[in-house]
């Protein structure tokens, strides 16, 4: 019983696009058979063309897509939505209600009050909506979260999340033909979060993901490095969680020499685990009394939630695309009427457009400690 | 473009047939359109089901298979040899000789009798036979070979390879139900290689591919350390290429706790180059007279050759299924016309089956050195 | 030429004294020959056995040390203080008023106010002042340093430094006989801070010594995370430096499992570089273009300044103790009238001792960023 | 009650007297009182300057020192030979007869039968003999052979063990004034065996150390890779051990690039464990069934074995100076009566001798497999 997938964005020049189509179709639950793959027909046609959709269901607008499919008994079920963010919010929201389910890069939309609009249009919708936070797909970070919740490592007392990329380290949004940079650069595009809203939010998301903890407060330092650039590209915060547990995010795109290095700490109080997505198939623990263990994917001795989502025997890397595949198969089995409960949702969305918006304000603002919701500090 | 593929094997049970399905189609190059997934119909059944192969198209033996598709204007192009070894050259004979490109799990065939004679089969066909040694289509194992014949290291003087798994360090062949370590523990359906036919071979392969020299005499110790076991499970072999070059190769399954640790290292006149498949998106340098240097996957830095096989930009982790599909991709290319030079032939698999055979009879006589190929010491 | 040298503390219990023994005898420059190792006239006895200091000069207090040695022709000519924290300045005063020159355990002293008392008592003294900041003697924070200084990395715009320790993860200051966390643990003996004085100006310490920068302002979340410890177990803080570059500042005695690991990353406009001290012989140079370089003590290819501090040839580690030997050599070069400019003086106590005491009052008073020094905001 | 040691070697432009002068010193139970550095009258008297010995106590030959120190009342009770290879014999030889105790670097002596010799002279002289294999001083090295004697993983099954340095890559020995490289590349004071005696005994007998397994038989191949070098610097062995367990060992000084990189990894039936000297403060152990592990030096969790040789806490890095002072502290409880088992004595100088020359032998004769001890094959 597979899924029949429609895809808006993605084209050619997307990086994340081609990884949404592998991600989704890579276990035989999902295939991508319509789409609007870019604004431009002639990059339309390519992608299509490249993925095997058939020419007729290849459209000039979502709407017309939408419109299209649903008098189709062979219609798309879902719609993967792979735009640059001011687009998310629209398309999300038109998939919906149209009666297909969504699944969205991230973040959900542009700003805080359209997450919040699309969070009601989601209940409105008895569809289900999906966020590829990816990293949450990674089966040691699945593994770190079941480790926290049945309390091995105690309360959690500390957490240190850092994610640092070094690639827009020069002004290479001012380049000509550099689609990756330019739409970030751009708040149109981005909404008010450069940095922190591209990758803080998967910090963020990482953070709350595997403590079972919310950010009640933070003191933020965002700030614009590279001089000219319209948003910010580096952004340092102290955390307060709901349980009192101190944390530091650090999230850069201009910590130079940083390819895609986002580490993950968390101490409680018999130990600690630490994850890197730079080696993404161990987990590490460290213990007040008592040898480091190092857990690797694959291995029969883990949980089943870390288990469930991987392919091949331990020993042999998975990645990326892997670990994106498991956020899909999730939503494949949700929408099938399984639990998926690890599919990131709008409430988490929300969550990441509050934590972009309050921090961007607060560090502007030089308002030291706020709260990440709602005005009292 | 795609191409249409069958598959012979790789049904429930099986670790590589879906690997083989998740890579030959990542790219979109290549479909899995029809297949003899297993001789139990339930799971042939299963299997196509799973996979999206309709129903007309899934067949109880390949002879069946290679005819109907023969008889198809959209037949299949390839196909995808999975089995157990005892039946890769009856598949691949078949259907070479039915048009059909070949592309099979490795080792090419049970012994090298059948090798060369396949070698002859491919060779009158006109077809494409690829051979999936799978650790070839890692980005950086390609970047390494590259290093080494641009001569950056000068002339190779040593090499040392190591491929050391556990998971056979108690007999579970004995035990029912263990389709992985049955078929691998008898001598009908593996060949007269155990330990040195499943893993040693892509050790041997991949010291070759990387240093681009071959191998001529070779001093084994093949043996067998779990009791009873009828083949072997542990081998160390000394080895002297053509250019006088030193090597070691160590492949052992009874090296209880290591997973998949295959590492290779290569020593020329100015530096060594390390590769782990533990870590397969960096490659280390260490030279004579400097830094060490790390290569990360996916820079800009690379040689083409690497740069032609990621997918996602640097610090963003591809494993086992991204290098198997790297593989396919240059099968694909190849069928298409285009060089696909790096992907393994039969000739390879013929020095392949040399290697075991000549290993396994010269440690069994206690030959000392022996040569890879002929009779002379 | 060997130099005749005091100590004052370091007695049975003691970590440290034992430390700066082995350190300063390494490379036979200097030689302990007298001493005040413990107020208890068994443990000073039982010390200066173990050490083989001559019976008579093994003083009860060091006001009689530093009388009668000044007596000796062969007085000592330098004193090394490694008394808890709330000593440090007594002694520390009373030995270069005596005419000997002082190397000092960090911190300076209990508080500011001391720290700038006691330059003005080395100022007016003509004497030596040092201050073991440990870290700064390892092989590859010279190497760090010397990179930042000559520009390789261009302006230097992020560090993040970490120091994470788990042993006080439980309140071991109430259990007797645990002299290392009752004394640091004791505001009356450690003076305002607690993980901030005790590891947190390590932290500061070594990201100034490698960037060359100084902290100018900061905001600090200096916490007790264990109840009804006195002092705090857990500091974070963010940081502003002299160029403008942002930081991030973390040190922690709760972080459970951690052991003692200090990481240093700077991040310049073309690249950056990470030390560790977990694995403190090596130093990762990371680039915007080109490959990572791994650099390694002990290799020819460093800087007079890396190289002149190890007593090994490359791939011998050296550790803990040769890096305070190395703070050692320097000042006895130092003292004989070399440079020994790398050795941290008493301006580098008085900077210590400021970011303690502003960090630790602007965090409770919830004050957001403050200076280092003086008021402005 | 500290000892009194004389040196024989290690003046000026030695590498390994050095690290004797500091390893025996480090704990403060050896003083260094006399010796004879240097055949050179002038460096001989630097090195005694530069360590603090008394210009009456520094000679200019061992009969010389060895006559005078035994007239005098405080006499040194015990020498450290650090010449070349071929003066082992006779400083040894003279100093047991002279009734002073030995403590020598390796290898033994210059050949089997003087190591034979010298086990009688030992034997008969009641006096203490001690070798410096320097790997078995690392405090993980010992927790490593406590894991194995314990029958923590089982019997041993495999043995992997590799020594590879670069610096030997080009004909250094040819250099005026490269005194390191001359005398090991040259027969009559390195003896038989160049790369094979100078590193390939220590990989020899850590992995004898660690398993407490004998190597009974051995397959050699000793190459000498840089053209015109007099003696091995290449060689590979493959091993088989007294209880059936096969073993791989590399040695090498032309891995071009590598440091001195020695790693020892010993397959149990239930799990392996992995050292490697280029991170010496931890030992990785790897199950079958379970995380794997890894153990810090310095931990409390460690057998007394261990912690018995660290001086710091965990997290506190100890190196090559330390494992070196953890033999000579071991050499002096063995000297003050203690047990002292652990310092290898003149019956693994015998071994080693057997090895090395067995080895060269063998593969000079290309005679396969041979016993390590005897002609039987």
Chains 1, 2, 3, 4 share one sequence.
């Not at 915060?237 to 009192?244: A, E």
């Not at 997505?277 to 694959?298: I, M, R, Y």
């Not at 502007?364 to 706020?370: E, F, K, S």
Request: proline share 5%; hydrophobic share 45%; aromatic share 6%.
């Amino acid at each position: 019983m597979s899924l029949r997938m429609a895809m808006v964005g993605g084209g050619p020049g997307s990086f994340i696009g081609p990884v949404h189509r592998m991600a989704a179709e890579l276990d035989g639950r999902i295939w991508l058979v319509a789409g609007v793959f870019s604004r431009d027909p002639a990059k339309n046609a390519q992608a299509a063309a490249a993925w095997g959709v058939a020419p007729d269901r290849v459209y000039p607008d979502h709407h017309a897509m939408i419109a299209a499919e649903r008098g189709r008994a062979d219609g798309v079920q879902l719609v993967s939505v792979v735009t640059p963010n001011h687009m998310h919010f629209d398309v999300s929201a038109a998939a919906l209600r149209g009666g297909l389910h969504v699944i969205s890069d991230k973040p959900a939309t542009l700003n805080l009050a359209q997450a919040e609009e699309l969070a009601s249009i989601v209940a409105a919708s008895g569809k289900r909506y999906g966020l590829t936070y990816t990293y949450t797909g990674y089966p040691m970070v699945r593994e770190a979260r079941e480790i926290v919740a049945r309390g091995d490592l105690g309360a959690v007392r500390k957490v240190v999340v850092e994610y640092s990329q070094g690639w827009l380290s020069k002004p290479l949004e001012r380049e000509a033909d550099n689609k990756q940079a330019s739409w970030r650069a751009d708040p149109a595009q981005s909404g008010v979060g450069g940095c922190i809203g591209d990758i803080g939010v998967h910090a963020f998301n990482i953070a709350e993901f595997v403590t079972g903890r919310r950010v009640e407060r933070m003191c933020a330092d965002v700030a614009t490095v590279v001089p000219g650039r319209p948003l910010d590209d580096d952004c340092n915060v102290l955390l307060r969680f709901d349980n009192g547990a101190r944390g530091v995010l650090i999230a850069s795109q201009i910590s130079a020499g940083a390819r895609n290095g986002l580490t993950l700490s968390v101490y409680g109080e018999k130990g600690g685990l630490t994850w890197s997505h730079e080696d993404p198939n161990v987990l590490t623990l460290d213990w007040l009394d008592g040898p480091s263990q190092v857990l690797h994917a694959g291995s029969g001795y883990l949980s089943p939630a870390a288990r469930a989502v991987t392919r091949l025997p331990t020993g042999h890397p998975e990645g990326f695309i892997e670990a994106f595949a498991n956020i899909y198969r999730d939503f494949a089995d949700a929408i099938e009427g399984g639990e998926g409960a690890l599919v990131p949702d709008i409430a988490e969305g929300v969550r990441g457009m509050a934590f972009v918006e309050r921090a961007v304000a607060a560090s502007r603002d030089d308002a030291g400690w706020v709260t990440l919701e709602g005005d009292a500090r």
